[in-house]
């Protein structure tokens, strides 16, 4: 850049970019002190709402950020948080690939994001010590398993951690999961409904509560009503094995004439069996699965889903988590998501119950599910034939 060029009053496109207002900059244009900007951007201190809002305002005008090392030396947080799954231990488990996981995460980074904290995802073990390596004010660990040695570990470190799904015996801040056991009795009613006699279950091996409490409420309802339990029970991280399972539960000589499948591939994989034994679905087999995917939307013939609704648990689990790290009361309900959403078209929605703080802790919140109704668990009535109509006088 010339010096003509500066004398006219132009600078140099760098400089301009790398200006940014600072704090002081914000509490002149809004002409009050430093400290107040401070309380006011990180909610703290007694402020009249409207000075809050005004400071709120001229910072983002100034396009005023906090620098991340001035925050970490003010409050002694570095803006991370992590999200885990430890559902599967150390088995290679790539959690993006299905649908549920994916817009959990989704939801988690922008929630956080929305907090002014990052969203780091990690994994639940590696060769290299990575989470030694960052420094995590608190962390969202998804499905733990009974005993959970990293979320032990967290604890012991004096991380704050939120669980998706019902902890067991894990040592965690709060909680939020569905209802399963209402989800699963829920489907097996509509499955009878539909005419299905023997009702079949595709389950996981692993000790989640997802998995475990699912299961239980499946062979808890085949014992009120009667029906011996019809089965399969495979390692869920292992997407062929899936296939294997469906396979041998329409192999069965119980073969069942209906099943759900706890996990996004079992529809397909089902399909799939079913075509190769023959059966049509949904004549001879009704079919439901667990997924978030809209791929079942399309299938033929359609498959009937259930939603646990992922974004409302990622949004839910990230705003708890945050408000233990600023130790923020999050209310009787421990949960700080939107209302529960209207069904959609087809759908059955089950509701959401709370478990209050005084309960007993960790505080956990029960969030509605949705079940999807499509044609793969609709039987379709036998056709009948209308003769037409006599001209009068034949007999």
């Known amino acids: 850049m010339t010096a003509a060029a500066n004398q006219n009053g132009r600078r140099p496109t760098t400089s301009r970019r790398l200006e940014r207002a600072g704090i002081r900059d914000v509490a002149?244009?809004?002409?009050?002190?430093?400290?107040?900007?401070?309380?006011?951007?990180?909610?703290?201190?007694r402020l009249p709402d409207e000075t809050r809002s005004r400071v709120r305002e001229v910072a983002e005008?100034?396009?005023?950020?906090?620098?991340?090392?001035?925050?970490?030396?003010?409050?002694?947080?570095?803006?991370?948080?992590?999200?885990?799954?430890?559902?599967y231990g150390e088995e290679p488990f790539t959690f993006t690939e299905f649908a549920y996981f994916a817009e959990m995460a989704r939801a988690a980074t922008s929630a956080a994001l929305s907090r002014g904290y990052a969203l780091v995802v990690l994994p639940a073990s590696s060769r290299h010590d990575v989470w030694s390596n960052i420094a995590l004010d608190g962390t969202v660990v998804i499905d733990p398993p009974d005993q959970d040695p990293?979320?032990?570990?967290?604890?012991?470190?004096?991380?704050?951690?939120?669980?998706d799904g019902k902890p067991g015996n894990c040592p965690v801040t709060a909680w939020v999961d569905n209802d399963h056991e209402a989800a699963v009795l829920g489907i097996l009613e509509h499955l009878s409904e539909a005419?299905?006699?023997?009702?079949?279950?595709?389950?996981?091996t692993s000790t989640d509560t997802y998995t475990r409490l699912s299961t239980e409420a499946y062979l808890g309802w085949c014992a009120r009503v009667g029906q011996e339990p019809v089965y399969e029970a495979y390692p869920a991280h292992d997407p062929a094995a899936g296939a294997v399972a469906a396979d041998r539960l329409l192999a069965r000589p119980d073969r069942p004439d209906a099943v759900y499948g706890l996990f996004d591939p079992n529809g397909t994989d089902l399909l799939a069996a079913a075509r190769r034994y023959g059966m049509r679905v949904p004549d001879d087999l009704l079919l439901v699965c667990c997924s978030e995917s809209d791929v079942y939307a399309g299938t033929e013939p359609p498959i009937t889903t259930l939603s646990l609704k992922p974004r409302r648990i990622g949004t839910t689990v990230v705003n708890l988590l945050i408000d233990a790290i600023e130790g923020v009361d999050s209310g009787a309900t421990a949960g700080t998501g939107a209302a529960p959403a209207e069904p959609a078209a087809g759908g059955r929605l089950f509701p959401p119950r709370f478990r209050t703080a005084g309960s007993g802790p960790p505080p956990g919140t029960l969030m509605p599910t949705e079940l999807i109704v499509r044609a793969s668990s609709q039987r379709r009535h036998p056709r009948t034939t209308v003769s037409p109509p006599r001209p009068p006088g034949e007999s």
């Open 150 to 163: 990293l979320v032990s570990e967290l604890y012991r470190s004096g991380v704050p951690v939120v669980s």
């Open 195 to 204: 005419g299905a006699r023997r009702i079949g279950l595709l389950t996981g």
């Open 28 to 45: 002149a244009a809004a002409g009050v002190s430093i400290t107040t900007v401070s309380d006011a951007l990180n909610g703290k201190g």
């Open 61 to 87: 005008r100034l396009g005023y950020r906090p620098s991340a090392a001035a925050r970490t030396l003010r409050t002694g947080r570095s803006g991370l948080i992590g999200l885990t799954v430890t559902t």
